[in-house]
């Protein structure tokens, strides 16, 4: 089992929608947790950061921790085209950043 | 925009040649990575260091080695390339004055091995 993972994709939704990510981690140490976005043949950028159970709302983009669950979400309102990017969760543990696989998303016009 | 650079940006050698790969951060991050990326795949971290003359081997088996002798400074070296070192290489760093302690990243070189 990996330490983190994220649901399959890739993930398609029509412009406008909600698209909801989804990630679980092993560690229960885990103390913070990351989602950065990539674009094809580009280098990851972040684009929440949460720590605290509950939503953390930035924009069109909500992050969603459950530390009890060990699952952390990013939902993005209004889906847009310029969003199609893989997405990657990462969870602080034992001093690294471990990240999961990706999930692909595609946001078709 | 995050203050790390990367150099080359692409590099196609041939098996056998010693190769670095640069990575300079102006930020003065006390933490740099190194990562290696397969096309579609996942990141895997293969090196790491939390300072000079501090490094350490990451989660993925690598025959490349690392050196930190200044802070800014974290370069790469692969002794004998191999077809099988193809990839894209992305250097991360992290540190004091970053907001979230998160990772900034380098805009990667991608290495290819003929």
């Known amino acids: 089992q990996k330490e983190v993972e994220q649901n399959s994709g890739p993930l398609s939704v029509p412009e406008g929608a909600i698209a909801s990510l989804n990630c679980t981690y092993s560690?229960?140490?885990?103390?913070?947790f990351f989602w950065y976005r990539q674009y094809s043949g580009k280098s990851p950028e972040l684009i929440m950061f949460?720590?605290?159970?509950g939503d953390k709302e930035d924009g069109r983009f909500t992050a969603q921790l459950n530390k009890a669950s060990q699952y952390v979400s990013l939902l993005i309102r209004d889906s847009q085209p310029s969003d199609s990017a893989t997405y990657l969760c990462?969870?602080?543990?034992?001093?690294?950043?471990?990240f999961g696989q990706g999930t692909e998303l595609s946001v078709k016009p | 925009e995050a203050d790390i650079y990367q150099t080359p940006r692409y590099l196609v050698i041939g098996t056998g040649k010693k190769i670095t790969l640069e990575c300079s951060q102006t930020?003065?991050?006390?933490?740099m990575y190194w990562y290696q990326q397969d096309p579609g795949m996942e990141l895997h971290l293969i090196h790491y260091s939390y300072g000079v003359n501090s490094t350490e081997k990451g989660d993925l088996s690598s025959e490349s080695t690392v050196s930190r002798i200044r802070t800014e400074h974290f370069p790469l070296t692969l002794e004998s390339a191999r077809p099988s070192h193809t990839s894209q290489y992305l250097c991360?760093?992290?540190?004091?004055?970053?907001?979230?302690?998160?990772?900034?990243f380098g805009p990667g070189t991608r290495l290819t091995v003929l």
């Open positions: 560690d229960r140490g885990s103390q913070s």
């Open positions: 990462a969870v602080q543990a034992r001093g690294k950043l471990i």
């Open positions: 949460i720590y605290s159970n």
């Open positions: 930020m003065g991050h006390d933490k």
């Open positions: 991360a760093s992290s540190g004091p004055g970053s907001r979230y302690n998160e990772q900034f």
